[in-house]
Nanobody
């Protein structure tokens, strides 16, 4: 069983930065690719970023490329999402998830999900 817990969300002005953290419990954490998704009110959940089990491969949505950075520390069972140059359209609940399936970009490939952390970017 894998459990995930996000933290680090909050209210920030446009142009500001936040770092989200995701702590993953489970002895096999280091074998799971991890992704970040977000869901804004009235919208579907969308892919944000993901990385392979060893962190060597990373994947980003076009909308966050160059502004967000995903990383992991397997020794601490942690995954991070550094978010810079935030925009009001980044406002959403952000979720981390452990990937089981093949497609990094598809939420259906992720079997374990955290409860989410709210990020609000004011203009």
């Amino acid at each position: 069983q894998v459990q995930l817990l996000e933290s680090g969300g909050g209210l920030v002005q446009a142009g500001g930065s936040l770092r989200l953290s995701c702590v993953v419990s489970g002895r096999t954490f280091s074998t799971y690719p991890i992704g970040w998704f977000r869901q804004a009110p009235g919208k579907e959940r969308e892919f944000v970023a993901a990385l392979s089990w060893n962190g060597r491969s990373t994947y980003y949505a076009d909308s966050v490329k160059g502004r967000f950075t995903i990383s992991r520390d397997n020794a601490k069972n942690m995954v991070y999402l550094q978010m810079n140059s935030l925009k009001p359209e980044d406002t959403a609940v952000y979720y981390c998830a452990a990937k089981i399936g093949e497609d990094y970009y598809n939420a259906d490939s992720y079997d374990y999900w955290g409860q989410g952390t709210q990020v609000t970017v004011s203009s």
